[in-house]
Nanobody
Framework: QVQLVESGGGLVQPGGSLRLSCAAS????????MGWYRQAPGKQRELVAVISKIGRRNYSNSVKGRFTISRDNAKNTVYLQMNSLRPEDTAVYYC???????????WGQGTPVSVSS
């Protein structure tokens, strides 16, 4: 089992920045990719960014150049630095950890991000 706890969400004005953190615990030896997904009201959950244990990154086109994902394996923590935020970035952001053996997904409880003036 893997437990994920997110922090760092909140309300920010357009053009502002936020940094999300996700602390993982448990059977981390089984985890390769970790990352962030988001779900806006009335929409499906979508990938934001993921990073492998060795640092291979993948971003959605909508956040490329604005968001940066990073990972501290010693602390079992993944971060999402979000810059130049837009109202369309408003969503609940979920931390994800994927088990490499069978692609099983673990999820955090979610942290809300609201971008509004």
């Amino acid at each position: 089992q893997v437990q994920l706890v997110e922090s760092g969400g909140g309300l920010v004005q357009p053009g502002g920045s936020l940094r999300l953190s996700c602390a993982a615990s448990g059977s981390m030896f089984s985890i390769d990719f970790m990352g962030w997904y988001r779900q806006a009201p009335g929409k499906q959950r979508e990938l934001v960014a993921v990073i492998s244990k060795i640092g291979r990154r993948n971003y959605s086109n909508s956040v490329k150049g604005r968001f940066t994902i990073s990972r501290d394996n010693a602390k079992n923590t993944v971060y999402l630095q979000m810059n130049s935020l837009r109202p369309e970035d408003t969503a609940v952001y979920y931390c994800n950890a994927r088990r490499w053996t069978d692609q099983y997904d673990y999820w955090g409880q979610g942290t809300p991000v609201s971008v509004s003036s």
